[in-house]
Nanobody, 124 residues
Framework: QVQLVESGGGLVQAGDSLRLSCAAS????????MGWFRQAPEKEREFVVA????????YYADSVKGRFTIIRDNAKNMVYLQMNSLKPEDTAVYYC?????????????????WGQGAQVTVSS
């Protein structure tokens, strides 16, 4: 079965950096676009960034553009989210998700598979 497992969350201070990892199994990884989403308490799930199956195309939310970077390693079935210059408003549970389409989408409904989430807390 398909599994997406996030790791690397934690508690950091504003301005710090953190890298999230997502390990994928049970799917033809390079054929799936991958996305990162986040959900803060009492808020809807929010798109963060997506990357194409071959890693050549990316799509960032305006709120993280210039601070966050997504990369993927298809040889290892891994996708990473490097988060720099973190702000308290970045505090959320971060989810990785897999989308079998070639397009890059911000809508959660476009993604078939989801990880369990990783908590990121940024203190001021």
């Amino acid at each position: 079965q398909v599994q997406l497992v996030e790791s690397g969350g934690g508690l950091v201070q504003a301005g710090d950096s953190l890298r999230l990892s997502c390990a994928a199994s049970g799917l033809p990884f390079s054929r799936y676009a991958m996305g990162w989403f986040r959900q803060a308490p009492e808020k809807e799930r929010e798109f963060v960034v997506a990357i194409s199956g071959n890693g050549t195309s990316t799509y960032y939310a305006d709120s993280v553009k210039g601070r966050f970077t997504i990369i993927r390693d298809n040889a290892k079935n891994m996708v990473y989210l490097q988060m720099n210059s973190l702000k308290p408003e970045d505090t959320a549970v971060y989810y990785c998700a897999a989308n079998p389409d070639y397009g890059l989408y911000s809508a959660p409904r476009q993604y078939n598979y989801w990880g369990q989430g990783a908590q990121v807390t940024v203190s001021s």
